[in-house]
């Protein structure tokens, strides 16, 4: 029976990436979303993987999405906490409502899905948590306080959480992806792009979504159980951790 493996934020972007290639490594896939209904939609039309719709920042709706996965989709082996959300401003500008609305989603999210995962994992002796961070979590980034302090927080809740798998069979990772094709640096000027982004590259070209989707399969394997505890850091050289 195949493996169930959980995505959120896996409708879209990054996430439809890796949701797509676990599927084609053999997975069942869920997929979580958080809005938009009509992009769900057509995800699901398109590759038959099942979205669910729920907040990651609210415990209570990961507790009960996550029952419905299961008992539709099988037990949740794989984690992938992909959802994350954006609300830049320079910290003189940012509000409790900026800081909170990220920390909830790229943070808390962490604990309130993989808190609902764990104790099956344990039991069963086996489970993948893989969180996908940022390079801006790693080097800081301005006017992301809130965003760099959130995807630095995922990589030591990962660190220390691996530590308590281990023995149970479950192993805990992070990616830490660079400046990936995406909508969100499609819409970045053309100017931007080739005369600050591109040349502060060493490879000299973004990554592609699915580049950072083959790192997520395989940390999902059987093949990566020595691996745990540690940050795949996947952006072209810009920053070496």
Known sequence: ??????????????GAAISKALKEAGYTVAATYAGNEEKAKAF????????????????????AGIARVEAECGPVEVLVNNAGITRDAPFHRMTPDHWN?????????????????????????FGRVISISSINGQKGQF????????????????????????????TVNVIAPGYINTEMVQAVPEKVMNEVILPAIPVGRVGEPEEIARCVVFLASEESGFITGATLTANGGQYLA
């Open 1 to 14: 029976m195949a493996r169930t493996a959980l995505v959120t934020g896996g409708s879209r972007g990054i």
């Open 44 to 63: 699901t039309d398109e590759t038959g993987i099942r979205t669910y719709r729920w907040d990651v920042a609210d415990y209570e709706a990961c507790k």
């Open 101 to 125: 609305a990220v920390i909830g989603t790229n943070l808390t999210g962490l604990f309130n899905m993989t808190h609902n995962v764990w104790g099956g994992m344990r039991e069963r002796k």
């Open 143 to 170: 006017g992301q306080a809130n965003y760099s302090a959130a995807k630095a927080g995922d990589i030591g809740f990962s660190k220390a959480l691996a530590q308590e798998g281990a023995r149970a069979g479950i």
